[in-house]
């Protein structure tokens, strides 16, 4: 049964996912921001997906990837990690 889908809930999601999708260019190479990417992404798509009521493991497989492709987008120029 989906749970009813409030404004609130989504709002909270959205803001989780996206300050979890920032943090997903951690890391020196390009693996190591695909990584952490896919790790930070999977842990927010879980919580987003458990809100919206589609999943929590369905919420992680695409929040993972996500997260992935992401990191690995990132240059390690365009990361300002108070250095």
Do not use: E, P, Y
């Not at 709002?11 to 990417?37: E, H, K, N």
């Not at 987003?48 to 497989?61: D, E, F, K, R």
């Amino acid at each position: 049964m989906l749970r009813k889908l409030t404004l609130r809930n989504l709002t909270v999601g959205l803001m989780l996912t996206g300050s979890l999708t920032a943090l997903a260019g951690c890391g020196d190479t390009t693996g190591q921001r695909a990584l952490s990417g896919g790790a930070i992404g999977a842990g927010g798509g879980a919580i987003l997906g458990a809100v919206t009521g589609m999943g929590a493991g369905t919420g992680a497989l695409i929040g993972g990837a996500a997260g992935a492709v992401t990191g690995a987008a990132t240059n390690k120029n365009q990361i300002n990690l108070g250095n």
